[in-house]
């Protein structure tokens, strides 16, 4: 019996050793499981924060963000410390989003972004984990954080600034600023903006005279749509809302200086005559659009008694997206508008014709099948879900400029009360090609991850779509171009 517990407790030794050793090797069984080959990880979910995690798993999936990124922070590589430099928001989203695009040398399977709470709140940005929030509220929050980060840097390089006076490119201009002529202009770390900045025009027309007031610039970081009534038998599309967005409204009770320029014209000297007021019609379109296009749809409505109802409706969206026909185009002079308008009669954008307003009338759609064609370019519900577009069939779309290819699409399940936020986003590029685009799609839910169809993406009710800009060939080397000079 002695022998028998003396063997027992050598093999419980043995045995204890070996638990040790795997202890050592692989951590405890509760620990983080290794991420599974062609997946991404998840994110830990700290109570109610699917919004925050479905949003980063949006943004990670826009290359264009995370190299911008890059270039925002190489600064602080150079100038900070590592323990100082984690207190910029910059700093903290690139790690998070590299380690969400694979960039990054992790293996786990879910990941923490609670950092990203702790410096928006450094922001003076105060966001509970611990209740409901909006995945789009907090995009903005991003973005406009992004801008004040950049906006508090100096703009211009200190006289004492050893660092950067050592570095080739500007010891070569201290040097040609000795001989006569202009300085030359410093190099700015700051002056891009991100790649969701875009800019919206709105000009004004009067209907009785036509005359065009200055067109204004507003900027946006998102295009918030809302979705317009459906018609019976007709699904709604993308289009329909974009279309709902740029179409032109009448603003009565305007004062028109033209008008009243031609009353007094006409009246005998010396007599008074009061502002003739007028309707103008308002427009607004594209006038700058993003390299990262990110599309909000508004499923926020009010029911008749004032409480708020969530709109659970599908809106068809493609994996390509054709921006042309939104974009704001310069008008021409009157006589070479109206040749132009004769040789393309057939082709006209709902609501303006070539960025110039039009009446109401001429921008109400058919009740019937939207048509094929607008504008001359081809409407973007009409091209191939299977990751191309049927361009030998419609030459008129051929050479489209602002092609745009869907990235991440955000989904909200629930009401408007509780619910939950999911991300459908490409899987990261193979490392032997990281410039290619994958065409695998991943569902992610906080720390849950796996593989999905295009088929599934676009049968979504997206909430936010991730578009990032296709540019061709001819586009690249332009802007390659651009940046040696």
């Known amino acids: ?107 786990d399977d879910v990941l923490d972004a609670s950092c990203l709470l702790e410096v928006l709140r450094m922001y003076r940005w105060q966001i509970s984990s611990f209740e409901e929030q909006d995945a789009h509220e907090l995009f903005h929050v991003l973005t406009s954080s992004l801008e004040d980060e950049r906006d508090r840097q100096p703009r211009v390089t200190h006289l004492f600034d050893v660092h950067s006076l050592e570095q080739p490119e500007i010891a070569q ?113 594209l006038g700058k659009l993003p390299q990262c296009l990110c599309i909000h749809l508004q499923r926020l409505s009010w029911s008749n008694q004032g409480t708020p109802l969530k709109r659970h409706e599908h809106v068809q969206f493609n994996e390509f997206l054709i921006m042309d026909i939104y974009k704001y185009r310069i008008p021409v002079h009157k006589s070479s508008q109206n040749e ?53 069939a419609f030459p008129e779309c051929s050479s489209p400029v602002y092609l745009y290819r869907l990235m991440a699409v955000v989904v909200h399940h629930g009401d408007m009360h509780s619910g939950h936020f999911v991300t459908y986003r490409r899987s990261p590029p193979s490392p032997k090609n990281p410039l290619s685009v994958s065409s695998q799609w991943l569902w992610v839910s906080d720390d849950t991850v796996r593989k999905a169809s295009l088929q599934e993406v676009l049968s979504s009710s997206a909430y936010l779509l991730f578009y990032e800009r296709v540019h061709s060939r001819a586009q690249h080397q332009s802007l390659e171009l651009r940046a040696a000079e």
């Open 340 to 392: 132009l308008n004769h040789k393309n009669s057939e082709a006209a954008t709902p609501g303006t014709k070539d960025g110039t307003a039009v009446k109401p009338s001429d921008a109400e759609q058919p009740s019937g099948t939207k048509p094929l064609f607008v504008n001359g370019a081809c409407s973007s519900s009409f091209l191939l879900s299977s990751g191309t577009f049927p361009l030998a």
């Open 1 to 107: 019996r002695h022998r028998a517990m003396k063997h027992w407790g050598v093999l419980g030794g043995v045995a204890a050793a070996v638990a040790a050793g795997l202890y050592v090797l692989w951590g405890p069984i509760t620990e983080r499981k290794r991420r599974r080959r062609g997946l991404v990880p998840g994110l830990l979910n700290l109570g109610n924060t699917c919004f925050m995690n479905s949003l980063l798993q949006g943004l990670s999936s826009c290359p264009s963000f995370i190299k911008w990124l890059e270039e925002f922070t190489a600064q602080y590589k150079t100038d900070q410390t590592q323990a100082t430099e984690h207190q910029y928001l910059s700093v903290t989203l690139l790690h998070l989003l590299r380690a969400l695009s694979c960039h990054e040398l992790t293996e």
């Open 173 to 285: 201009k201290q040097i040609r600023c000795r001989t006569r002529g202009s300085l030359p202009p410093v190099v700015n770390h700051w002056k891009s903006q991100h790649p969701f900045h875009g800019r919206l025009t709105s000009n004004m027309v009067c209907k009785h005279c036509e005359q065009q007031s200055p067109v204004r610039y507003d900027t946006f970081d998102s295009l918030s749509l809302s979705i317009p009534a459906a018609v019976w038998g007709r699904p709604m599309t993308l289009d329909h809302c974009l279309h709902h967005f740029i179409s032109s409204e009448s603003v009565k009770d305007v004062v028109c200086d033209n008008c009243t320029k031609i009353q007094a014209e006409g009246t005998l000297n010396g007599q008074s005559i009061e502002n003739q007021r007028t309707t103008f019609v308002k427009q607004l379109k």
